[in-house]
T-cell receptor
Framework: DAGVIQSPRHEVTEMGQEVTLRCKPISGHNSLFWYRQTMMRGLELLIYFNNNVPIDDSGMPEDRFSAKMPNASFSTLKIQPSEPRDSAVYFC?????????????FGPGTRLTVL | AQSVAQPEDQVNVAEGNPLTVKCTYSVSGNPYLFWYVQYPNRGLQFLLKYITGDNLVKGSYGFEAEFNKSQTSFHLKKPSALVSDSALYFCAVRDDGGYSTLTFGKGTMLLVSP
């Protein structure tokens, strides 16, 4: 298996632009997680899906952020409009919820820079 | 609510010496405990986990962790550190509930000097 796939790996954009980050989870995994990592705040859970349904989006910082999972093999995280403080590394992770102790698998991340 | 504490921002150890990275946790139900490692410019990589049973868990790259229920700790250990072990280490916990998510500590940077 190729693992969790994220694209793009790097994104540089200007303030006010729309940014879309993409994630393909591991085949057969039915939970998907979006995280943000910064030096100041560490690793933050933004939202997670179970069987394509958003279960908890309390970590989404504000209405500028939205996430979708239209099918079991694809998810997007969108920021519109983007701001410099959104600069961070965004990780997607997936998990097979067949057993409660199954671990999450992380993608390589998307490094977002908003100028 | 569940929580994880990694009391050290950084641990320094000389190559060949044993290392310990500390983690304590709080959870309402039975804990499932995990250690992840993050190398520079990479995603988090699973190292090992505690489910139940033997308190000493062995994982990847020679790492092991000791579960201590009375002290609510899950310290990561390795008998002999390598320079290549230098990375950011995260401890995480979840309870055995159906929809509970992983709660991560803030991470501990391990620096192994030659």
């Amino acid at each position: 298996d190729a693992g969790v796939i994220q694209s793009p790996r790097h994104e540089v954009t200007e303030m006010g632009q729309e940014v879309t980050l993409r994630c393909k989870p591991i085949s057969g995994h039915n939970s998907l997680f979006w995280y943000r990592q910064t030096m100041m705040r560490g690793l933050e859970l933004l939202i997670y899906f179970n069987n394509n349904v958003p279960i908890d989006d309390s970590g989404m910082p504000e209405d500028r952020f939205s996430a979708k999972m239209p099918n079991a093999s694809f998810s997007t995280l969108k920021i519109q409009p983007s701001e410099p403080r959104d600069s961070a590394v965004y990780f997607c992770a997936s998990r097979d919820t067949g057993f409660a102790y199954n671990e999450q698998f992380f993608g390589p991340g998307t490094r977002l820079t908003v100028l | 609510a569940q929580s994880v504490a990694q009391p050290e921002d950084q641990v320094n150890v000389a190559e060949g010496n044993p290392l310990t990275v500390k983690c304590t946790y709080s959870v309402s139900g039975n804990p499932y405990l995990f250690w992840y490692v993050q190398y520079p410019n990479r995603g988090l990589q699973f190292l090992l986990k505690y489910i139940t049973g033997d308190n000493l868990v062995k994982g990847s790259y020679g790492f092991e962790a000791e579960f201590n229920k009375s002290q609510t700790s899950f310290h990561l250990k390795k008998p002999s550190a390598l320079v290549s072990d230098s990375a950011l280490y995260f401890c995480a916990v979840r309870d055995d509930g159906g929809y509970s998510t992983l709660t991560f500590g803030k991470g501990t940077m391990l620096l192994v000097s030659p």
